[in-house]
């Protein structure tokens, strides 16, 4: 017997099990049922603009400018750019008060909101609370209590968030001294901050623990979580290029997200705005915590293959690319796993030498040449999408 004949017989029989029996819908149903959902841990909810961070809200994604702060319109079209990307909030270095003059003008023009980045000088985070929406500060180079009182009591004024970035690159002399540069030190870093912060009547914090390797910036945060109820702003710092901080920022957040750990993330990259939204998206669509967009579940190809995958898989990635609604869709170039995979879709095809199926919740739609597969699954994803939309 050839591939052909084996491939129509393979085709004949999932068609006939699809169309005359429920079983299969009912299967499909239950694993829909069955996939995991991460049980977030319980943090206090505060505020960044009009956007919720913690407290069960949806995960933020955040992205930060490497615009000079005091190039207005270069700020703003990079704002902009993040925007139209899906950012939530965006946050803007402050080296002193050229850039600080500038950030309020930007502030006024900003559709998003607006986190100010202070280091060294807590003069200038005094002088943009007046009009920011968060403040994040580096303990390690902050300097005395006073210095964070006066900022703490900026921010109480305007009942803005304050960050504590703690990060592995910069602690305080005195935790490095006694603990050495790593998690240790970082950790009784936070607890100290906090404590400070607490000690000055305030609560409106978040918190993040960020190392420049996957291992220690899962264990910071997993170390300090039971310590605090506070939003945690997961992090890789310094992760590196694009495809470096892909796969640092896939294994780090990805972990502590399936663990429930997490309010907001950023996905640090060298110069990659629009990237670092990408993929952080991807990171919360294919953890499981986040339920927006498509999910495309595709073969790698092989040799059973007999039809164009690669080209079909790239028109329906850029067509579905505008859907908000959660969906899963499978793109598969053979029978052997694609009734598997069709179980958990809500819309798939089966491609064959020539032909296939358009599979819905279980349910044979269509059996077409494949010149017309691609056409009627996309009219089946539009569709579901729109009712789930409803």
């Given at each position: 017997?050839?591939?052909?004949?084996?491939?129509?017989?393979?085709?004949?029989?999932?068609?006939?099990?699809?169309?005359?029996?429920?079983?299969?819908?009912?299967?499909?149903?239950?694993?829909?049922?069955?996939?995991?959902?991460?049980?977030?841990?319980?943090?206090?909810?505060?505020?960044?603009?009009?956007?919720?961070?913690?407290?069960?809200?949806?995960?933020?994604?955040?992205?930060?400018?490497?615009?000079?702060?005091?190039?207005?319109?270069?700020?703003?079209?990079?704002?902009?750019?993040?925007?139209?990307?899906?950012?939530?909030?965006?946050?803007?270095?402050?080296?002193?008060?050229?850039?600080?003059?500038?950030?309020?003008?930007?502030?006024?023009?900003?559709?998003?909101?607006?986190?100010?980045?202070?280091?060294?000088?807590?003069?200038?985070?005094?002088?943009?609370a007046e009009f920011i929406d968060a403040v994040?500060?580096?303990?390690?180079?902050?300097?005395?209590?006073?210095?964070?009182?006066?900022?703490?009591?900026?921010?109480?004024?305007?009942?803005?968030?304050?960050?504590?970035?703690?990060?592995?690159?910069?602690?305080?002399?005195?935790?490095?001294?006694?603990?050495?540069?790593?998690?240790?030190?970082?950790?009784?870093?936070?607890?100290?901050?906090?404590?400070?912060?607490?000690?000055?009547?305030?609560?409106?914090?978040?918190?993040?623990?960020?190392?420049?390797?996957?291992?220690?910036?899962?264990?910071?945060?997993?170390?300090?979580?039971?310590?605090?109820?506070?939003?945690?702003?997961?992090?890789?710092?310094?992760?590196?290029?694009?495809?470096?901080?892909?796969?640092?920022?896939?294994?780090?957040?990805?972990?502590?997200?399936?663990?429930?750990?997490?309010?907001?993330v950023r996905v640090s990259m060298t110069g990659?705005?629009?990237?670092?939204?990408?993929?952080?998206?991807?990171?919360?669509?294919?953890?499981?915590?986040?339920?927006?967009?498509?999910?495309?579940?595709?073969?790698?190809?092989?040799?059973?293959?007999?039809?164009?995958?690669?080209?079909?898989?790239?028109?329906?990635?850029?067509?579905?690319?505008?859907?908000?609604?959660?969906?899963?869709?499978?793109?598969?170039?053979?029978?052997?796993?694609?009734?598997?995979?069709?179980?958990?879709?809500?819309?798939?095809?089966?491609?064959?030498?020539?032909?296939?199926?358009?599979?819905?919740?279980?349910?044979?739609?269509?059996?077409?040449?494949?010149?017309?597969?691609?056409?009627?699954?996309?009219?089946?994803?539009?569709?579901?999408?729109?009712?789930?939309?409803?």
């Amino acid at each position: 017997m050839n591939f052909d004949t084996k491939f129509t017989k393979s085709l004949r029989s999932l068609a006939f099990i699809m169309q005359n029996s429920q079983t299969f819908a009912t299967i499909s149903q239950k694993i829909q049922r069955k996939k995991m959902n991460v049980k977030r841990v319980k943090t206090k909810q505060i505020k960044v603009g009009k956007v919720l961070v913690g407290g069960g809200a949806p995960i933020s994604v955040q992205s930060m400018l490497f615009a000079k702060t005091r190039d207005i319109a270069g700020c703003l079209e990079q704002i902009n750019r993040l925007y139209f990307a899906g950012a939530d909030i965006v946050r803007l270095a402050c080296l002193d008060m050229a850039d600080a003059r500038a950030l309020k003008e930007i502030k006024a023009q900003s559709p998003l909101p607006l986190v100010v980045d202070i280091h060294f000088n807590h003069k200038l985070a005094v002088y943009c609370a007046e009009f920011i929406d968060a403040v994040r500060i580096n303990p390690g180079n902050i300097g005395s209590k006073e210095n964070i009182k006066e900022v703490v009591q900026a921010c109480k004024a305007r009942k803005i968030p304050i960050r504590i970035g703690v990060n592995h690159g910069s602690i305080e002399k005195e935790f490095a001294q006694q603990y050495g540069y790593g998690v240790e030190a970082m950790l009784q870093s936070a607890l100290y901050n906090i404590k400070l912060l607490e000690d000055f009547d305030f609560t409106d914090i978040k918190i993040s623990m960020k190392c420049s390797n996957a291992q220690d910036t899962i264990e910071a945060y997993e170390r300090l979580r039971p310590l605090c109820e506070y939003p945690f702003h997961l992090g890789v710092t310094e992760a590196g290029t694009r495809f470096h901080s892909t796969i640092k920022s896939s294994i780090a957040l990805g972990n502590l997200l399936l663990k429930g750990i997490g309010d907001t993330v950023r996905v640090s990259m060298t110069g990659e705005l629009e990237e670092e939204i990408r993929v952080a998206k991807a990171i919360l669509q294919d953890s499981g915590v986040q339920k927006s967009g498509v999910n495309i579940i595709s073969c790698p190809t092989c040799g059973r293959i007999q039809s164009d995958l690669i080209k079909a898989i790239k028109i329906v990635e850029k067509k579905v690319a505008h859907i908000k609604a959660p969906l899963n869709i499978s793109v598969m170039g053979c029978v052997v796993n694609a009734l598997g995979e069709a179980k958990g879709a809500d819309v798939a095809i089966a491609f064959g030498k020539n032909q296939g199926l358009v599979i819905r919740h279980g349910e044979v739609v269509a059996k077409l040449k494949e010149s017309e597969l691609v056409e009627r699954f996309l009219q089946e994803v539009e569709d579901e999408a729109k009712s789930k939309e409803a």
